[in-house]
């Protein structure tokens, strides 16, 4: 069975702390994508990345930043974690052109404290 | 920017009964149209996929897309209380080879 994998689905960190959240797909896909989603306001994307060590900012990249050094693994990172970062993160992989759409990891639900 | 527009519901509807759920885009050229289902605490599952005007049917699942005027719905026949759920609708933007618009989903309740 196909998946993208994220490592953690739950993660309590306190104020200013760095965050790593992992994810890892195992479909070959070439796209990876980082949303959050908050009630209310729908999925919002990060950042994404169509290949190894390329990133784009999406539509709210401000205090986070992406790591793709190998294809299967995009990272995202909160440089220093603030309660307004507080949400539910998901991942998400598809083929170069996405025209089969994407696949979700099952989501990080990150609380900052 | 791209919108693509969805009622956010609830949509409540008896069990048994047909649920149709809509939206609509604001991409004119788009030709890839998703429905994703998304539970509660859990993360969105894709169930429908269309790219040509028409119905296509999956099971109990129809979708339905109109181009010309830019809507897609997702029917749910014999609803059952396990389709409760946010349906996500979601379009392939023209412009991007990669970057998919999602809706901000239709809260739909099936009541027994």
């Known amino acids: 069975d196909v998946k993208v994998t994220q490592s953690s689905r739950y993660l309590v960190k306190r104020t200013g702390e760095k965050v790593f959240l992992e994810c890892v797909q195992d479909?070959?896909?070439?796209?990876m994508f980082w949303y959050r989603q908050d009630p209310g306001l729908g999925l919002r994307l990060i950042y994404f990345?169509?290949?190894?060590?390329?990133?784009e900012k999406g539509d709210i990249p401000e205090g986070y930043s992406v790591s793709r050094e190998k294809k299967e693994r995009f990272s995202l990172i909160l440089e220093s974690a603030s309660t307004n970062q507080t949400s539910m993160y998901l991942c998400?992989?598809?083929?170069?052109?996405?025209?089969?759409?994407?696949?979700f990891g099952s989501g990080t639900r990150l609380t900052v404290v | 920017q791209k919108e693509v527009e969805q009622n956010s519901g609830p949509l409540s509807v008896p069990e048994g009964a047909i649920a149709s759920l809509n939206c609509t885009y604001s991409?004119?050229?788009?030709?890839?149209f998703f429905w994703y289902r998304q539970y509660s605490g859990k993360s969105p599952e894709l169930i429908m996929s269309?790219?040509?005007?028409g119905d296509k049917e999956d099971g109990r699942f129809t979708a339905q897309l109109n181009k010309a005027s830019q809507y897609v719905s997702l029917l749910i026949r014999d609803s059952q209380p396990s389709d409760s759920a946010t349906y996500l609708c979601?379009?392939?933007?023209?412009?991007?080879?990669?970057?998919?618009?999602f809706g901000s989903g239709t809260r739909l309740s099936i009541r027994p």
């Open positions: 269309i790219y040509s005007n």
């Open positions: 991409d004119r050229g788009s030709q890839s």
């Open positions: 998400a992989s598809s083929l170069v052109d996405s025209n089969y759409g994407y696949t």
């Open positions: 479909m070959d896909h070439e796209n």
């Open positions: 990345s169509y290949d190894v060590k390329m990133k």
């Open positions: 979601a379009v392939k933007e023209y412009s991007s080879a990669s970057k998919i618009i």
